[in-house]
């Protein structure tokens, strides 16, 4: 490893809190139009009276996105509901910039009310998401009605502790991936999430946070040196998310090998995150 472990970067303020890890000041040069156009969309489809806030998350706010490659990740925070014309809005915001800026492959665009992201059950889940990966576009940051959060076993069973949930809805999906398009969508989905769940399952270990994918399967292989299979699966996996493989065999071994291993390990180790109303 090219890192003394005593000496790399973990993430961390001085007081040991997870540092907030994006900022608009690390939105590539290219990327800044984009960012300017969902700013605007948002504010004139929502507005005083439904709009609270919103919030970029992902590489570009980190300022690793590629062009052509990255997607655009948004989150906005609604003052109740959301309405289906706020989900209707959402899905014009998001049809209308991926239409018209190249650079970005795709936009994702969450929709949640302020009570549930600021409620007691998504403390260190959702509550962390907008503290610590989402920055500030539009509005009133909540992150500061929020805590400062460190890597403990409480935050990696509520934010990755229902793997398990998700195994049956992606063999489902598997089934139904009839199409080369359709299997590279699941695949980059699912290897996104696996490489974040092998992280955090070592993360309190580690004592640190990252979102870079390869930097995670390098950490998780660093804590499973018996299980150096599941090491080379979590690298692959980080490689899919960024390049997404339509062969089936390779979203065979992330559902059917790579996950049910990894929701076991991380019950096993972590438990499972607290039932949420819809499940």
Partial sequence: MSEAIGTEDRGLAADGTILREGATARVPAEFAPVVEAARA?????????????????????RGTAIPGVSDLDLLVAVLDGPTDADRAAAEQISTALDSAFPVIDGVGLLLHPVRTLMSELERDDAG????????????????????????????????????ALALPRWRARAADATTDEARRTLSRGVARRLVRSAFTLVMPRWGGWTSDLHRSADLFARYYPDHPERAAQVRAAAAIARTPSADPAVLAMLVEELTPWLAAEYTAVHGTKAPRPEE
């Fill in 128 to 163: 962390f998401f907008i503290a610590c990966l989402c920055t500030p576009l539009l509005g009133e940051d909540l992150a500061a009605h929020l805590p400062r959060y460190r890597p403990t076993s409480l935050l990696a069973r509520e934010t990755n502790g229902d793997l």
């Fill in 41 to 61: 969309r948002i504010a004139g489809s929502y507005g005083p009276g439904r709009l609270h806030s919103a919030y970029l998350y992902g590489s570009i706010p």
